[in-house]
């Protein structure tokens, strides 16, 4: 099969994929989000989003978007952002989620609306069971399987380590032309993984749809391409809902302006493991090509950057958050407020690996953070020590 049908059924196999059993986020899953590390990061994307509401002149409806909320903890932080800010609260209509995991519905539900869940409930449940739930301060939250089904309306659309699990095709060029990768069986009993990759013997229909492109022409063989159609298509689908209703969007993942070469990783109790281990207890994530997302909004938003994350909270203040959060902590609680914040900045650690677009409607002011774009990392970047 193609490595983007196993990604797709390890993942959200709606019985068995790895984001449908609930909870796989934090010290206790598999891997930590910047959300999770602390609340400055989700407070200052809420202050961009209040910055591009001003500069889209202050739509009186507008509605919050997120992709792939995790626990919800981003969203909640933003909204406690935003809270501070009574003409940007009045405006917001309502906030909307795209989660295809009911387990982790059930989470965000409880982080956004203060309704508890037992442990028992968190990986059962029909994907439709929570469509929609209404916060303590009368904000309304609705869930939606696919970016699609969300209203008609001025959207300010966050996707947060969204499009890093969107699943990819593989291809190596060879002598013969490009040849994709696909999973195969392994046919000795003396493997680990009972799966192994292989290259298809011919062309294939993905290889001939995606990567015999002019764009991959001076490739060598050898040399290996990872393409996202799915990405793409989000991607465009954002850019078509803001051209026609208005808004901005801010995508923040780990990856890189152009990507060649094998990113494809899994993740397991916060260290690497072999992409074909244990399918359905493994994380699978691969670096996201900006520039191939960029592709797929020309002619109907702005789009800016890629800029690093830690550009990017520079340029919102994480320096002067950092000092008032301090001023009102304890000795216990100011050791660990400085750890998080180097770990979102440092480019050692979440820094430089993890960059940022933004994309705002055509012709509209360029967007906080995007007017410079930052400068490169005197350091090579590699995800070892970001998203674990």
């Known amino acids: 099969m193609s490595v983007s049908h196993f990604m ?5 196999n709606p019985l068995s994929g790895y984001y449908m059993k609930g909870d796989v986020f934090g010290t206790q899953g598999d891997f930590i989000t910047s959300p999770e590390i602390s609340q400055m990061f989700g407070e200052l994307l809420g202050i961009w989003f209040l910055i591009q509401w001003q500069n889209i002149g202050k739509p009186s409806r507008v509605q919050l978007v997120e992709l792939g909320p995790g626990r919800g903890t981003l969203m909640m932080d933003m909204l406690r952002a935003a809270s501070r800010f009574k003409e940007f ?19 965000q539900r409880q982080t956004l609306c203060d309704i508890p869940i037992s442990e028992e409930q968190i990986g059962g449940g029909s994907r439709e069971g929570i469509t929609s739930a209404q ?3 009368g904000l309304q939250i609705s869930w939606h399987d696919v970016f699609d089904d969300l209203p008609g309306e001025c959207s300010l659309i966050v996707a947060h380590e969204f499009f890093d699990a969107l699943p990819i095709y593989k291809f190596e060029k060879t002598t013969e032309g490009w040849r994709e990768l696909v999973v195969d069986l392994e046919e000795e009993e003396s493997s680990p993984y009972h799966l192994r990759f292989v290259l298809a013997p011919g062309p294939t229909q993905a290889s001939r749809a995606f990567a015999e492109h002019p ?8 040399d290996r391409i990872e393409i996202s159609p799915d990405s793409f298509r989000v991607a465009h689908e954002m850019a078509k809902h803001m051209n026609k209703h208005g808004g901005s969007a801010l995508i923040v993942d780990y990856g890189k302006d152009h990507i060649q ?9 916060h260290k690497f493991t072999h992409v074909l281990t244990q399918p359905g207890n493994v994380d699978l994530s691969a670096d996201v090509d900006f520039e191939y997302l960029k592709q ?3 002619e109907l938003v702005d789009c800016h950057g890629s800029v690093t994350q830690a550009h990017l909270l520079h340029s919102l203040g994480i320096g002067a958050r950092l000092d008032m959060l301090l001023a009102k902590a304890s ?4 050791e660990g407020l400085i750890s998080s914040y180097h770990r979102l900045v440092d480019p050692k ?7 940022v677009m933004a994309m705002t409607p055509l012709g509209s002011p360029t967007p906080v953070a995007f007017d410079k774009q930052s400068p490169p990392s005197s350091q090579e970047s590699t995800p070892s020590s970001s998203k674990l």
Not at 8 to 12: A, D, G, I, T
Not at 261 to 269: A, P
Request: aromatic share 6%; no cysteine.
């Open 8 to 12: 797709r059924q390890v993942l959200v």
């Open 89 to 107: 609260k009045k405006a917001i209509s309502g906030v909307h989620l795209v989660e295809a995991s009911p387990g982790l519905r059930k989470l």
């Open 135 to 137: 916060r303590p301060d």
């Open 215 to 222: 764009a991959y022409d001076h490739f060598q063989p050898g």
């Open 261 to 269: 070469g094998d990113t494809l990783r899994g993740i397991h109790k």
């Open 296 to 298: 797929a909004t020309e």
């Open 331 to 334: 000795a216990a609680r100011r």
């Open 349 to 355: 650690e979440m820094g430089n690996v993890y960059r």
